[in-house]
């Protein structure tokens, strides 16, 4: 029975390490350009089916679900069918704003703009395999 169960505080956790987002195999090149190019995130790591991005004090993983799908062993049992979600913060206001300009630039579409609670604004835009990606100009969610 786990700490939590018993009725125990459980350790506390510091932050998320890693993001993981799925492509197919067609898409991988595409991909790969898209974060590297577009988002301009530098790559720290590669292997067979998968490309991982500093993100701040994270990682992003961009993994190709049709070979990760062939991986065998405990760490490649996870994955998606469908495309999946994450959401960046922009360093400042200004920084928000030379977002929406490079994406457009670089022909992405924004589809979606939302205005959240405490004066927060985040955009939405999708990346070569329709992964769902949004830029916050800060913390969206309550400390």
Do not use: Q
Not at 119 to 131: K, L, M, Q, T, V
């Amino acid at each position: 029975m786990s700490a939590a169960a018993k009725g125990a505080t459980p350790p506390g956790l510091g932050s998320v390490l890693e993001t993981c987002l799925y492509h197919d195999s067609a898409e991988a090149e595409a991909v790969e350009r898209f974060y590297a190019r577009v988002l301009g995130l530098r790559s720290v790591a590669r292997w067979p089916g998968g490309i991982a991005f500093r993100l701040g004090p994270g990682v992003l993983l961009l993994f190709d679900r049709e070979l990760l799908a062939e991986r065998e062993g405990p760490i490649s049992a996870h994955g998606a069918a469908g495309p999946g979600h994450a959401c960046m913060v922009a360093g400042n206001p200004e920084a928000y704003e030379a977002w929406r300009r490079v994406l457009a630039e670089a022909g992405i579409e924004i589809t979606h703009e939302h205005e959240w609670a405490e004066g927060r604004r985040s955009f939405y835009f999708c990346d070569p395999a329709a992964n769902l990606l949004e830029i916050a100009d800060g913390d969206l969610w309550p400390g």
